[in-house]
């Protein structure tokens, strides 16, 4: 798989929507995971990333225009035990809830479908870190989506990848662009580099993204010998 670049596949997309990566750091330290959202509508836009426990949620910007939070306001980031959780929506705490009752990723999944939001149908997409006590660690991204727009058909995709490569990660999102209805990602996650610096990395992927859409930015960097997890959190409304 050709190996891209995340900079100019965020710069050359204005609207890829929401993103998730996960990947380990150059120097083979580090297993590193981020997550942004953009926003096109005012209520989208209306949010902030803030730190939830070991986790992040989302977070009305200003209360008072928020109009809807049934598919904004969640938490992105949860962990259980060992294993951090990513997704953009509610599905975090369904596959936080059934893992905890010891069912898999991909069967905690099969409950949930992509979001009711036609004539979108936005993707479901999640990704899970599961760390070991040798130091190593493995990772897994999913997407639900429609089949083409058709609502009737759930399509379900999960992508596992065990002793991932040093300075190489995978990001999957949720629009090829943008377009009205919007178009749901297609493909395999894409293969990107990543670098041993974490505000490094934030930087890029902050500055990559288009001016007028992006909201906010999370970036973890776990240190696999340790355990120890540095977050940044970047978000547009101050």
Known sequence: MEKLSIE????????????IIIGKSADGKNAVTAYFIMGRSENSRNR???????????????????????????????????KTIVTNGDQTDTIFEQMNNQLTFE????????EPDAPNYTPRISGIIKTEKDKTFNYALSILKSANGNPDSCQRFTFSYKSPVDGEGHFIHT????????PSFEGEPKLISIPDDINEFKNTLWNSLNSDNKVSLFVRYINLETGKAVTLIENKNK
Not at 8 to 19: D, F
Not at 107 to 114: A, M, V
Request: charged content about 25%; overall charge positive; glycine content about 12%.
């Open 8 to 19: 100019k596949e965020l710069k050359e997309n204005a609207y890829p929507g929401r993103g």
């Open 48 to 82: 902030v990333f803030v730190t939830d426990g070991d986790g992040i949620r989302t977070q009305a910007f200003d209360p008072s225009k928020l109009i809807d939070p049934s598919l904004i306001i969640y938490a992105p980031v949860r962990v259980l035990g060992n």
């Open 107 to 114: 069967q905690s999944l099969r409950l949930r479908e992509f």
């Open 175 to 182: 629009y090829k662009g943008d377009g009205n209805p919007l």
